[in-house]
C-alpha cells in the first residue's frame, strides 16, 4: 500500500464496515462494472477501485474519508452511466463511486422520492398504478441524477418545465460529511444551485420530484423522407411561435443516417412524438404525424402508458458503443433550422463509411410554456428566460462501432456544429446556451449560464464547500472556477 489512492482505499475499509469496493483484481465484477456504461469513452477509463455504497451514511463516510486525500486522489460520481461526455462520472486512477445500490422509490402525497440509484423506468412503474406522472427522462434506462441536477427533458416538459424545476428536494451529502437537504425552506440557495449544476455540490443520494395526476399519452415515431423537411421545419416553427400552441406536445424532429437501415446512401427523417393526453390523433401533431409520403410500415403511433413510450426510447440502451453528443440552441426560425439540417448532411458524407454509423440532426423545442415554468417554481441556474423563447436544442448525436474512427467522427460532429452555429449567428439566430447533458468536453455548458449564474453557483461553492472539494477532486462535468 504506497500510493495515495491505496491509502484512500484502505481508509475506505476502515471506515466502512464490509464496504463494497471493487478492484480491478476482482477482474469479472470490476469488468462488468465498468463496462456498463452507454459510451465506451467512458469505460476506456480505468478507475483504481469503483466503490457502491449501500446507503446514504456510507456516502458520507466516504466523503468523510476521502477529504484529506483530495489533493492527490480524484473521485467520480456515476448513476446509470447514460451521459456520454468522456469523463463524467468515471476517473481514470481514481475512485468512482457508482450509485446503483441505493434503491428505493416511495409515492407520497403530491411528490415521489426516489433513491439516486434508480432509473426512471421503475419510478414510473411505481406511479403507473397510482394514476401519477412525474417529469422524468423519456428512457426507462436513464438515470435521476444527471437529468435531476443537469436541466432533464421531459415528455411533460412543455407544460411542467425542465426535470430540475420540478424537484422539490435534494437530499445531498456535501464536502463537510454533512447529509442535508436542499429546498425551498432549508438551504434555498443550494436548492437552486442544484437546478442545473451538476455534481458540483455534493452526491445527491435522494431526489423528491412533484408527481401529477397523469393518464396514457399518445405517443410514438413517424419516418419519411427528406424532401419533406422543410416542410416540417415551417410546421414546427409554427407550431411553437403560435400564441395557443399546445403544452401537452413534446416533440423530437431529427434527420438521421443509419448503416444498419440498408438505406444505402439515404437520409431519412424522424418524428418522435408526444401528445401528453389519452387523444388518439390529436390536431395539434396533425402537421407532424399525416407528412407524406411516409414509411407507414414503421409507424408506431399509439395510446401508450408512460412505461410503454419510455420503453420505447430506451431501445437506444446499449453499453460500451462509441457515442457522443453535441449541441448548440437556436431561435425558432425555418431557414436556420433547414440549413442547418443541410449543413449535417454535407459533413456526414466525409464519415459515412465509419463502422456501425447511426447519427442524427435532432431539434428538440424549448416552448415557451416550458421556460414559464423556472420562475413559477422557484428557479433554476441555467439562465434560459421565456423571452429567450421559444429556444431549439439542436442534437448532434452519433454511434459508431471502431475506437479507430473516433478522431474523424470528433472532427465531423465539431466541424457541423461549428458551421450550424455561423449559420445561425450569422441569421441572428444563436442562443448562447449550451445543454449541459447533451455537451462535448470543448463545450462549456456552465458558462452559457451566464455570468450572474456562474458567479451564483461560485457563492454556493464557497459556502457549501470551502475547500473545494468537489472542484478539486470530482473533475467530471463542467467546473466551477476552471
Ligand atoms: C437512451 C437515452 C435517452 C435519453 N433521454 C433523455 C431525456 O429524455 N431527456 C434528457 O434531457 N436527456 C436524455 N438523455 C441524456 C442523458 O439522460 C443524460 O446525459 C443524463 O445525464 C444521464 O443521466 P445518468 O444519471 O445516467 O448520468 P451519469 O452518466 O451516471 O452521470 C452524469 C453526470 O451527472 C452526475 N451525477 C449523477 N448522479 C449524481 C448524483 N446523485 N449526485 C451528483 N451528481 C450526479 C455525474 O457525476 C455526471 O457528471 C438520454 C440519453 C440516452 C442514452
Aim: hydrophobic share 40%.
Amino acid at each position: 500500500m504506497n500510493t495515495k489512492v491505496d491509502q484512500t482505499i484502505l481508509a475506505l475499509r476502515r471506515a466502512i464496515q464490509n464496504a463494497h469496493l471493487v478492484t480491478p483484481d476482482a477482474a469479472e465484477e470490476y469488468a462488468s462494472l465498468n463496462n456498463s456504461y452507454l459510451s465506451g469513452f467512458e469505460s476506456d477509463l480505468s478507475p483504481a477501485c469503483i466503490f457502491l455504497p449501500r446507503s446514504k451514511e456510507e456516502v458520507a463516510a466516504f466523503v468523510r474519508t476521502i477529504r484529506p486525500f483530495v489533493s492527490d486522489v480524484q473521485f467520480a460520481i456515476r448513476a446509470a452511466g447514460r451521459q456520454p461526455l468522456p469523463g463524467c462520472a468515471n476517473i481514470q486512477g481514481g475512485i468512482t463511486v457508482d450509485l446503483r445500490s441505493l434503491t428505493g422509490v416511495n409515492v407520497q402525497d403530491g411528490h415521489v422520492q426516489i433513491a439516486a440509484g434508480e432509473s426512471w423506468g421503475s419510478v414510473y412503474e411505481h406511479l403507473e398504478p397510482h394514476g401519477l406522472g412525474v417529469t422524468g427522462g423519456k428512457s426507462t434506462t436513464c438515470g435521476i441524477g444527471g437529468l435531476a441536477t443537469q436541466g432533464g427533458l421531459s415528455f411533460y416538459s412543455s407544460r411542467e418545465g425542465f426535470i430540475c424545476d420540478n424537484v422539490i428536494n435534494f437530499e445531498v451529502v456535501v464536502a463537510s460529511g454533512e447529509i442535508i437537504n436542499a429546498n425551498a425552506q432549508e438551504n434555498p440557495d443550494l436548492w437552486v444551485a442544484l437546478r442545473g449544476g451538476g455534481n458540483n455540490f455534493g452526491i445527491v443520494t435522494r431526489f423528491d420530484l412533484r408527481t401529477f395526476k397523469q393518464g396514457p399519452m399518445y405517443a410514438g415515431m413517424v419516418f419519411y423522407y427528406k424532401p419533406s423537411f422543410p416542410d416540417q421545419m415551417a410546421a414546427l416553427v409554427k407550431e411553437l411561435t403560435s400564441p395557443d400552441a399546445s403544452v401537452e406536445t413534446h416533440l423530437m424532429l431529427s434527420l438521421a443516417y443509419a448503416q444498419v437501415f440498408g438505406n444505402g446512401n439515404d437520409i431519412i427523417c424522424l418524428n418522435q412524438l408526444y401528445y401528453t393526453q389519452p387523444v388518439q390523433d390529436p390536431p395539434a401533431l396533425a402537421p407532424f404525424t399525416h407528412v407524406q409520403p411516409q414509411r407507414t410500415e414503421m409507424n408506431t403511433m399509439k395510446i401508450q402508458t408512460l412505461v410503454e413510450a419510455a420503453t420505447e426510447q430506451s431501445a437506444a440502451g446499449q453499453s460500451m458503443i462509441r457515442c457522443l453528443y453535441m449541441n448548440i440552441c437556436v431561435k425558432a426560425d425555418v431557414e436556420t433550422l433547414t440549413t442547418g439540417g443541410d449543413i449535417w448532411c454535407e459533413e456526414l458524407e466525409s464519415v459515412k463509411d465509419a463502422a456501425g454509423l447511426m447519427c442524427s440532426y435532432t431539434l428538440q423545442p424549448y416552448p415557451v410554456s416550458l421556460l414559464e415554468n423556472t420562475n413559477a417554481k422557484g428557479g433554476n441556474v441555467m439562465g434560459l428566460d421565456p423571452s429567450n423563447g421559444p429556444v431549439v436544442n439542436v442534437l448532434l448525436l452519433t454511434y459508431w462501432t471502431e475506437k479507430k474512427d473516433d478522431e474523424r467522427i470528433i472532427g465531423f460532429m465539431q466541424k457541423a456544429l461549428k458551421r450550424i452555429g455561423q449559420n445561425a449567428e450569422a441569421r441572428g439566430q444563436l442562443v448562447p446556451y449550451i445543454y449541459w447533458n447533451y455537451a462535448f468536453s470543448h463545450q462549456d455548458a456552465l458558462r452559457s449560464y451566464g455570468e450572474e449564474n456562474v458567479k451564483k453557483l461560485q457563492e454556493a461553492s464557497k459556502k457549501y464547500d470551502p475547500n473545494g472539494v468537489f472542484q478539486k477532486a470530482c473533475l467530471g462535468g463542467f467546473k466551477l472556477f476552471t
